[in-house]
């Protein structure tokens, strides 16, 4: 839903991760989408230039999934607020990027509920909306039918969520390669992260993040990334935490969580092999930090994949 003042990056993310991802095995687009304003035609943005859809809103009438991206926070139009609150009623998934949190607001299906939005508008939301459980801190928030993420770039982690969570980890890696996209953040993580210190001693740990992510061992420790950073193990904590936004136990959780979830996507592998390969100690570990990403068991997981 492309409405006026909507900002023209909010609905790219939608657009890209979408419009072009790949059904399962060979089938046809995962998706079908289309965009549309209050009414079809022109739609105003901030950004320097117009934009022209073809559909008004009974092209939501019928959708699984709305997706309302970021657009100037003002007065919502009735009609919009009427539709969404249909669609929602109806069973829609609901989900807004960035500051399009306010229009879902507006129409009363943030009442309630956790929800975020771009850092620099979380205390004007909460003031707004106060209904609306504001966590200024999440890059996005799954509440099962409605989803809010933070601002801008945080989108795409959102809109990667979503394929993981309707088609699996192994389509939403491949359409995270095909747009050069860090596969996997998880929603928890911080939103603002400072600006790190430039001391000319190891500036970015991307090199390290891409060594671990390869081949996260269960006895991979945080003195190994410290070494492989070339850092004392105080100081490569705090640049870990200021670049990434968690600690580093956690980020080699949820990359071994993401690499079981592809074993047990696209492999008849046993779970024991799974545990092991992803990294995982034991079976036990696997199924704690599945239960935790998922909500199910492995052997759960894989039958949810041949319904």
Sequence with gaps: MALDGVVSYDLACVVQTFRYCPGTEGEPLAFQLETCGV??????SPDG??????HGL???ESADIVVVPGCVPGAVPAAVIEALRAAAARGATMVS???????LAAAGLLDGRPATTHWAFCEDLA???PAVRVDPGALYVDDGDVLTSAGLSAGWDLCLHIVRRELGAAVAADVARWNVRPPHREGGQAQYIPAVRRDGHGSSLAATLSWAAAAPAPDLAVADLAKHALMSERTFIRRFKAEVGTTPGRW?????????????????LPVEVVA???GFGSVTALRTHL???TGTTPAGYRRSLHR
């Design 39 to 44: 009414r079809a035609g022109k739609v105003l």
């Design 49 to 54: 230039f117009a934009l022209h859809v073809e």
């Design 58 to 60: 009974a092209a939501i």
């Design 97 to 103: 990027i960035c500051v399009g949190a306010y229009v």
């Design 127 to 129: 003031r707004r909306f």
């Design 252 to 268: 080699l959780d949820s990359q071994r969580a993401v690499r079981a979830r592809e074993l047990l996507e696209t492999t008849d």
């Design 276 to 278: 092991a390969q992803a």
């Design 291 to 293: 239960r935790a990403a």
